[in-house]
């Protein structure tokens, strides 16, 4: 944490890269920051644009390496946009990292199943990049993940040399294909029919829409993963961060605070409840 919950602290984007016509990720320039900047896998910060308004992105970079910060961020609001805008050089605040973490520890030794969608594979990239630093401490990694097209899918380089350079089973599909894609097509559940999977020894983590997480969840159920084996990722419209304001309430638990990194048991209930 950088001090102050409520204190955005200054930073200069370092670079930017389009992942998509509506994504994209930001580096921040940390230098300016003593001994950078520690998060763990699946925490969150809110990102300031002056004269604006804040918005909770998660952190999409590498935990080991505190000297640099990556967002990936996808346009969909008033400040989301404004961070559109923004070019190299120009100064944005921060204020974080809030919420809970992925539980890495725990797939020490098993099996992991990583399932996402759309952008839900910007929060479990620290993840990945946390398991490839030591990946002989853990059993098959395989990484789900689905688009609404080629053309929509995140850190493509990255998923193939995930793919080629550390034995991780990647299978990614999309809702619609073009002339050029030879892969799946179909939901992210559809990968399951794929693989196979050691329900006793696999540890899941899943994110990305909540319709999307709630059939991911019923499929590993229904090939014996016990829920006290999955966890998820959920997304609130989360404002203050520290759990003053309510806006995140979710159920009985308040998001920004409790989350965004549950154990299923916790949230299963609330996933068949519709406009809670």
């Known amino acids: 944490m950088i001090g102050d919950p409520m204190t955005t602290q200054p930073v200069v984007i370092r670079k930017i890269i389009w992942e998509n016509d509506d994504t994209f990720t930001l580096t921040l320039d940390l230098d300016g920051i003593g001994g950078g900047y520690a998060f763990l896998p699946g925490q969150f910060n809110m990102v300031y644009v002056f004269g604006t308004g804040e918005a909770a992105v998660s952190i999409s970079s590498d935990p080991a390496r505190p000297g640099t910060l990556d967002h990936t961020i996808h346009r969909v609001g008033l400040v989301t946009s404004a961070l559109a ?78 793919a080629n350079d550390f034995e991780v089973e990647v299978l990614v599909t999309v809702d619609r294909g073009d002339s050029s894609w030879k892969g799946h097509i179909g939901v992210v559940t559809s990968l399951f029919q794929y693989i196979k999977l050691d329900a006793r020894e696999t540890i899941a983590y899943v994110c990305g829409p909540e319709i999307m997480m709630k059939y991911t969840i019923d499929e590993l159920e229904r090939r014996g993963v016990p829920q006290e084996q999955m966890y998820v990722s959920m997304e609130r419209n989360m404002k203050c961060a520290i759990g003053f304001c309510g806006h995140c309430q979710y159920g009985p638990t308040f998001i920004c605070k409790e989350g965004p990194v549950y154990p299923v048991p916790r949230v299963r209930p609330l996933l068949d409840r519709k406009e809670l």
Do not use: H
């Not at 098993?110 to 059993?139: E, T």
């Open 85 to 162: 805008q923004k070019k190299r050089g120009d100064l944005i605040g921060i204020r974080g990292p809030f919420g809970s973490s992925w539980p890495i520890e725990v797939a020490k030794g098993k099996d992991v199943c990583i399932a996402s969608g759309g952008i839900g594979l910007a929060p479990l990239r620290p993840v990945i990049y946390s398991m490839l630093k030591n990946r002989s401490a853990y059993g098959r990694i395989i990484v789900l993940y689905g688009g609404r097209s080629p053309l929509d899918l995140l850190y493509r380089v990255e998923l193939e040399r995930w």
